[in-house]
């Protein structure tokens, strides 16, 4: 069994190059050479063959994108079996020009917001999209089912999934038909407007409606899913906190674990 290095600081440099004209390109995949490592993989219980890690974690995407402020985006994508786990936190992605550090992330985002960070560990089928920007929430976090009620608040360059956990009519059959035509009328992870909510009367019908929209949000439905078995998603988001790192035309692009050891080789 091999055991997983310990944590390491989250880090959030990269080096900036020179920024051109957003043109994605197809992309183009380059096989990897790289020998094996196995320093980042933990094993379960069960006994497994293990393969390198060139095998397991690859990049599945890169390229440049938004106008007029450009950004980078690269997607990871991870190839494991069932009792495989692989730390990429400190691994190096370096293209042309700049290189950047994979950081630390929360893997379940509490609604303070103050939940510790900690090294992003992949589990089968997971994939991270690292973008070269900024993160809205000053933290870099697993998404899950609630997690699309935070676009709402915070402005994300990407939309986040709008997956969230639907009403049953039993959830709302209590309410005035107003409010529950009202509720059937917003979207997946949609807040009700501020205009309809002050807009209620101040009746017993009107206060009803206004308690049970206030239980509308991304804190509510946390308290009420963080216990699902499909809470989690397969997904992880990361920012490295500059505007780019890759180049808008073409560009490639080398990936390595902790050891220094190549994982994988993307052009485009």
């Known amino acids: 069994m091999i055991l997983l290095v310990g944590r390491l600081p989250q880090i959030n440099q990269t080096v900036q190059g020179p920024s051109e004209t957003p043109a994605p390109q197809a992309n183009v995949r380059v096989e ?50 069932e009792n495989e786990r692989v730390n990429i936190t400190g691994w190096k992605i370096k293209s042309n020009k700049n290189e950047a550090i994979i950081p630390q992330a929360v893997e379940i985002y509490e609604p303070a917001g103050f939940a510790p960070v900690g090294d992003i560990i992949l589990k089968p089928n997971n994939y991270v999209e690292i973008y070269s920007s900024v993160s809205p929430l000053n933290r870099n976090f697993r ?26 009519r039993s959830d709302i059959r209590y309410l005035s038909s107003q409010c529950q035509s009202y509720v059937d009328s917003l979207g997946s992870c949609q807040t009700p407007e501020v205009n309809f909510y002050n807009s209620l009367p101040g009746t017993n019908e009107g206060n009803a409606c206004r308690t049970f ?33 890759l180049d808008s035309r073409h560009d490639y692009l080398r990936l390595y674990d902790r050891a220094g050891n190549l994982i994988d080789e993307y052009s485009y």
């Open 32 to 81: 990897s050479s790289a020998p094996p490592a196995g320093q980042s993989v933990i094993s379960g219980p069960a006994k497994i063959e293990e393969t390198p890690l060139s095998e397991r974690v690859y990049i599945g995407s890169a390229g440049s994108f938004g106008y007029p402020r450009e950004y980078s985006r690269i997607v990871l994508y991870a190839r494991l079996k």
């Open 143 to 168: 998404l899950n089912k609630c997690i699309g009620f935070l676009e709402g608040t915070y402005n994300f360059q990407n939309s986040l999934p709008k997956n969230c956990p639907s009403f049953s």
């Open 213 to 245: 929209l206030q239980n509308i949000n991304y804190g509510s439905c946390f308290q009420s899913h963080q216990g699902d078995a499909d809470f989690l998603s397969n997904e992880w988001m990361v920012w490295l906190g500059q505007e780019q790192i």
